[in-house]
T-cell receptor
Framework: KQEVTQIPAALSVPEGENLVLNCSFT??????LQWFRQDPGKGLTSLLL?????REQTSGRLNASLDKSSGRSTLYIAASQPGDSATYLC????????????FGDGTTLTVKP | EAQVTQNPRYLITVTGKKLTVTCSQN?????MSWYRQDPGLGLRQIYY???????DKGDVPEGYKVSRKEKRNFPLILESPSPNQTSLYFC?????????????FGPGTRLTVL
């Protein structure tokens, strides 16, 4: 059974700092990995999608990497801003079971002005 | 506009009163799924569907039913809701082939069972 872990559970940084969020998964047979942002009480906003054959994806100040062999993905946020404060979730979809999707519990980020 | 819609957005009900939460997508996606989100537990998959008339259990299927009679719709049915099903529910859809195989999520349904 796939398990997805996100460390740390919470992170507080001053504005302007670069930071890395971690996502680990136990079964490397994944089809893709997706990073989401969720504001309190709100829905999910897709940030980046990485296919299993890719190593990284970039969008603006965000960069996500994928290392399937070690079962890890990182989300790098450059020059953090207070508006980046939210919970960040990663999700993997399995390769063998196409409908199975597993989420991590998320990292809650606070960027202080 | 490509989207996943859910209705209702908010629902307060009582124990044992059957209810249905609807989910519809307009992207012709084969895959659809229901999740529930509880504080500190992330999103957990309830059921998923790989196409019309093809469904399977996720991690927390107990107390829920689904059906997929049409490609665009995937309703979640609670035959006899209980207070432990109070949660925030999300529906999602995606395709398997091609580069745009990301999950698209609905806005969520906040359910309270008294």
């Amino acid at each position: 059974k796939q398990e997805v872990t996100q460390i740390p559970a919470a992170l507080s940084v001053p504005e302007g700092e670069n930071l890395v969020l971690n996502c680990s998964f136990t079964d490397s047979a994944i089809y893709n990995l997706q990073w989401f942002r969720q504001d309190p009480g709100k829905g999910l906003t897709s940030l980046l999608l990485i296919q299993s054959s890719q190593r990284e994806q970039t969008s603006g100040r965000l960069n996500a990497s994928l290392d399937k062999s070690s079962g890890r993905s990182t989300l790098y946020i450059a020059a953090s801003q207070p508006g980046d404060s939210a919970t960040y979730l990663c999700a993997v979809i399995g390769n063998t079971n196409a409908g199975k999707s597993t989420f991590g519990d998320g990292t809650t980020l606070t960027v202080k002005p | 506009e490509a989207q996943v819609t859910q209705n209702p957005r908010y629902l307060i009900t009582v124990t044992g009163k059957k209810l249905t939460v609807t989910c519809s997508q307009n992207m012709n996606h084969e895959y659809m799924s229901w999740y529930r989100q509880d504080p500190g537990l992330g999103l957990r998959q309830i059921y998923y569907s790989m196409n019309v008339e093809v469904t399977d259990k996720g991690d927390v299927p107990e107390g829920y039913k689904v059906s997929r009679k049409e490609k665009r719709n995937f309703p979640l049915i609670l035959e006899s809701p209980s207070p432990n099903q109070t949660s925030l529910y999300f529906c999602a859809s995606w395709i398997r082939q091609g580069p745009l195989n990301e999950q698209f999520f609905g806005p969520g349904t906040r359910l309270t069972v008294l």
